[in-house]
């Protein structure tokens, strides 16, 4: 049993240090368990397979045996640039595969272990080199992954808490065009600047769970902020010129804080409201050094300001085996007007999902699918970025997610 965990938990790992990502609320990724996200990720209060490990650990006290749960959300995200000479500029439409993996197991009565590898944050846009805004950003990436051990404890017949550490390691990509200096160079010349590196950084989390009745529950799930630190190379090259040194930066992740509540009106019903505060305000400005590379060496302030998300959702049981789900979901925008950029091309977003769940046996099998729809957003020409970013940008996603979980 212990070889098959680790044969799993290791093809895990493997699957989540390669997968890339497509930016929502922020670039925080809340779908990390298809059950929850056919339930518009509303399940800090329910709270009761596997993906409890993300959505609010203390829920494991009520798994018994052995858990492993492994999945992905496929995400084909649209982002359009209508600029304001009528042209529109359209981003290159990538499918990304955040993925995640969840392990529990309960010693006894009172204690409880979890195991959560997964992306919780991840950003990818890749805007063509001729569009209007190819000198604030082309191609930009930002892959995490997370990997967080709780302990959660029964301290009564109705309260569990938990708390473990989180490990964090990051890669980042941004690459624009670099208007270089005439003279020496041409009037108007461009050349490609890209930076690429990667780091770590460690925080925590801690969470409750308290069972108000036998059919009613409230949970709260808290995330800390965690600064990674980004060491890698920028370079600059064109026909004319090309130089290459290292580089370096950080960035913080935000806190995150969310508190739930669950009610099972019948038997078969479960109701759920989900309602969260993200501290974007870490993510104030973004400072670059570079040994020779003054198209890098930088700061770029974001001044993101904290948001907060709602989020509605349900399922039936429709018979022993089968579970339908829906949802109901709304993120806030943190990026302010005035520091708007391509890089994330942010806006309030609503999201409308529905899934379904199948078990049979120990083994369960949850498909859910996402339908994200972000406003528009009207940008004016007094932005820090300048004229080039001015217009309306639309965009939208789809995702699909699917996880497998068996109980050993």
């Not at 930016?23 to 409890?52: H, K, N, T, Y």
């Not at 799930?221 to 010129?241: D, H, M, T, W």
């Not at 099998?365 to 007094?382: H, K, P, Q, S």
Request: with cysteine; charged share 10%; net charge negative.
């Amino acid at each position: 049993m212990k070889n098959i965990l680790h044969v799993v938990a290791s093809a895990a790992i493997v699957l989540l240090l390669m997968v890339s990502h497509a930016s929502a609320a922020g670039f925080a990724l809340p779908e990390q368990g298809a059950a929850a996200m056919g339930m518009g990720s509303a399940f800090v209060g329910q709270a009761d397979d596997a993906s409890a490990v993300w959505y609010n650990p203390a829920g494991i006290t009520q798994l018994d045996g052995i858990r492993a749960m492994a999945g992905a959300v496929f995400i084909y995200p649209t982002f359009s640039h209508d600029n304001n000479d009528g042209t529109t500029d359209t981003a290159s439409r990538n499918i990304h595969t955040p993925a995640l993996f969840y392990a529990t197991y309960k010693l006894n009565d009172w204690v409880a272990f979890g195991l959560g590898v997964n992306n919780p944050f991840g950003l990818a846009t890749d805007w063509h080199l001729n569009s209007e805004t190819a000198q604030v950003a082309t191609l930009t990436q930002l892959i995490s992954t997370e990997f967080n051990p709780n302990v959660a404890v029964k301290i009564t017949d109705r309260l569990s808490l938990a708390a473990g550490p989180t490990y964090v390691y990051l890669a980042a990509t941004l690459a624009h065009l670099q208007l270089l200096p005439s003279p020496p160079f041409p009037p108007n010349y461009l050349a490609y600047a890209q930076m690429s590196g990667s780091g770590n950084g460690v925080g925590g989390d801690f969470s409750a769970l308290y069972k108000i009745s036998d059919t009613v529950s409230t949970g709260i799930s808290y995330r800390s902020r965690i600064k990674v630190e980004i060491n890698g190379n920028a370079q600059v090259s064109s026909p004319l010129y090309s130089t290459y040194g290292n580089a370096s930066t950080s960035i913080t992740l935000p806190d995150m804080l969310t508190w739930g509540f669950s009610a099972k009106p019948t038997n078969k019903l479960t109701l759920n409201f989900d309602l969260g505060y993200t501290w974007w305000s870490t993510y104030n400005t973004l400072s670059v050094n570079s040994t020779n590379n003054p198209a890098f060496d930088n700061q770029y302030p974001k001044q993101w300001k904290d948001v907060m998300n709602v989020r509605i959702g349900g399922q039936y049981a429709l018979t022993d085996n089968w579970k339908l789900r829906a949802g109901l979901q709304y993120d806030q925008n943190p990026v302010p007007d005035h520091y708007f950029e391509t890089l994330v091309p942010d806006a309030d977003r609503y999201g409308i999902s529905v899934g379904t769940g199948y078990s049979i046996g120990n083994l369960t099998i949850d498909v859910a699918y996402l339908y994200l729809l972000f406003e528009t957003r009207n940008v004016g020409d007094n932005t820090y970025y300048g004229n080039s970013v001015a217009g309306s940008y639309h965009t939208n996603a789809q995702c699909l997610g699917v996880s497998v979980a068996y109980k050993f």
